[in-house]
């Protein structure tokens, strides 16, 4: 069984994966919480720095590593023509069988279709997740 990389052997190895699917290797990173499935094939990212993004998604990765377990990388949607990609991992093997997660190493994946995101301020954001939700009740 492969031992999960570090984070910069990890991203290497996505950016290549990315490349093989047709889809750009550079990388925005956001948390799952940060993309919204809108209707008709929408997804909207909330805006974030570069930095503050690219450094919790180093941290989040590290936390799956030093736990032990599988770590996804996972490619969402197409940003300003960027992959949008989020790290995960879980400790609860219920969870991870759920998702089909390695017990350890990396998982790569990538959305098909690749639909394209939009940017969207943390106003423009919430707002459409209460619309969905109002919708829904």
């Known amino acids: 069984m492969e031992e999960t990389p570090p984070f910069e052997v990890a991203v290497a190895r996505f950016k290549e994966f990315l490349r093989s ?7 925005v ?3 799952e919480d940060e993309i919204f499935h809108c209707l008709y094939h929408r997804i909207l990212v909330r ?6 993004a690219a450094a919790e998604a180093r941290a989040n ?3 799956g590593r030093g736990q032990g377990v599988g770590v996804e990388l996972r490619a969402y949607c197409q940003l300003a023509g960027a992959a949008c990609a989020v790290v995960y991992w879980t400790a609860d ?3 991870a069988a759920r998702h089909l997660m390695p017990e350890q190493g990396l998982k790569l994946v990538v959305a098909v279709p690749r639909l394209k995101g939009r940017s969207a301020s943390a106003f423009a954001f919430w707002r459409e997740r ?3 939700r109002s919708a829904w009740g």
């Open 61 to 63: 990765f590290e936390a």
């Open 130 to 132: 209460r619309k969905r």
């Open 29 to 31: 990173w956001r948390r």
């Open 47 to 52: 805006r974030r720095g570069f930095g503050a």
């Open 21 to 27: 699917q047709g889809w750009p290797s550079e990388i």
């Open 93 to 95: 093997s219920d969870e």
